[in-house]
């Protein structure tokens, strides 16, 4: 079955230095993987997902996502952090189940960017 | 834009009543979900649905079941509600596999339900 890790349960980082968020996957076949962002009372947003043969994926507000296969990680980073940032991250995969798919989401991690 | 819609932000009920959550997507997505999110264990599937009067169990299906009687609705009910129901409920569609297999979803602002 997949899965997905987020190792942090938080991650701080001041504005304007580069932020990373860490995801791992273990899936069997190729890997579906996606993330999205949640601001507090909302629902998730979706930021970006994996294409295959792209180790650097770019997505909405500025972030980007590092697939590494040998690692099995798809990390989220941006080059410079906002306040404006500061949200839940969900990692997430997608896993086939028989007559359709489901996705599968990690536990998340909040980042907070200080002024 | 996809937009889904859930019909009520916020909802105070009381423990045994039953409970309807609406939810309507108006991108003719295949795919509808309902997940409840709990601080502490993310989200967790209760229902999915890929086709009008289709119904799978999630991950945590008791105490629930849901209708899809048309494409774009995809209603939970808490048949007698209890306290440990309550929760920040998130439906969301997307498009079939056949359509894409890595279609993102797409999510409704949540409904906080209350058990009291």
């Known amino acids: 079955a997949q899965s997905v890790a987020q190792p942090e349960d938080q991650v701080n980082v001041a504005e304007g230095n580069p932020l990373t968020v860490k995801c791992t996957y273990s899936?069997?076949?190729?890997?579906?993987l996606f993330w999205y962002v949640q601001y507090p009372n909302r629902g998730l947003q979706f930021l970006l997902k994996?294409?295959?043969?792209?180790?650097l994926v770019k997505g909405s507000y500025g972030f980007e996502a590092e697939f590494n296969k040998s690692q099995t990680s798809f990390h989220l980073k941006k080059p410079s952090a906002l306040v404006s940032d500061s949200a839940l991250y969900f990692c997430?995969?997608?896993?086939?189940?028989?007559?359709?798919?489901?996705?599968?989401f990690g536990a998340g991690t909040r980042l907070f960017v200080k002024a | 834009d996809v937009k889904v819609t859930q019909s009520s932000r916020y909802l105070v009920k009381r423990t045994g009543e039953k409970v309807f959550l609406e939810c309507v997507q108006d991108?003719?997505?295949?795919?509808m979900f309902w997940y409840r999110q709990d601080p502490g264990l993310g989200l967790r599937l209760i229902y999915f649905?890929?086709?009008?009067?289709?119904?799978e169990k999630g991950d945590i299906p008791e105490g629930y079941s849901v209708s899809r009687e048309k494409k774009e609705r995809f209603s939970l009910i808490l048949e007698s509600a209890s306290t440990n129901q309550t929760s920040m409920y998130l439906c969301?569609?997307?498009?079939?596999?056949?359509?894409?297999?890595?279609?993102?979803?797409?999510f409704g602002d949540g409904t906080r339900l209350s058990i009291l």
């Open positions: 649905s890929y086709d009008v009067k289709m119904k």
């Open positions: 969301a569609s997307s498009l079939a596999v056949h359509r894409g297999r890595n279609q993102p979803q797409h």
């Open positions: 994996y294409i295959t043969g792209d180790n």
């Open positions: 991108m003719d997505h295949e795919n």
């Open positions: 997430a995969v997608r896993d086939e189940v028989a007559g359709g798919f489901k996705t599968i």
């Open positions: 899936v069997s076949g190729n890997p579906y």
